[in-house]
C-alpha cells in the first residue's frame, strides 16, 4: 500500500500529528508499499497519482484548513481522488476546556466546523473515498503544545485506518 500523509502546520502541532500518523502507518504498508510525509508547500497534485491511501491535515483557522492547504486543496482536479482512500484530520483547540467567550465561541466552531471536515468534503468532492470520519487533535492554546497524549492518539487512529483499508 503506498500511502501519502499530506500536512501543514503553522506552530508545528500539525507536522508533530502528521509524523505520529506516519509512524502508525509505515509498519502496515508492507513490503511493497511507503508512506510519505509531506509538507503541503512541497506537493504537486501530481504527485497524488499512485497513492492508495491519502492523509491530508491541517490546523484549524476560523474554522477553516490553513490558507496553503486551502490553495493546495482548490488545485486538485476533478476526479483525480478517483478511487483513492482518503481521510482528513486537524489540530484545533478544545474549547470545552476554555471559558467565558471562548466557551461561546467553541460553539460557534461546532456548529460551523473545523479544518478536517472541510479537507474531506474537498477530498470526496474530487472524488476520493472517505473511509473514516475527520479527526481532530488537540492543542494547549493558540501555539500549543499538543495535549498530552495527542501524538499517540493519531498513531493508534492511523493504525484504526490502515486494518480498514
Known sequence: ????????????????????????????AGASG?????????????????ADLLLVGAPTHGSRPSPAMHEFLNRIPTNALAGIK???FDTRTDMEKQTGVLRVFGKILDRFGYAAQRISAS????????IKPPEGFFVKGTEGPLEDGEPERAVEWARQIAASS
Open 1 to 28: 500500500m503506498n500511502v501519502l500523509v499530506i500536512y501543514d502546520s503553522v506552530y508545528g502541532n500539525t507536522e508533530q500529528i502528521a509524523r505520529a500518523i506516519g509512524d502508525g502507518l509505515s509498519d502496515t
Open 86 to 88: 482518503v481521510a482528513a
Open 34 to 50: 511507503s508512506v510519505e510525509v509531506v509538507k503541503v508547500a512541497d506537493v504537486h497534485p501530481d504527485r497524488l497519482r499512485g
Open 123 to 130: 477530498l470526496e468532492k474530487q472524488g476520493g473515498l472517505v
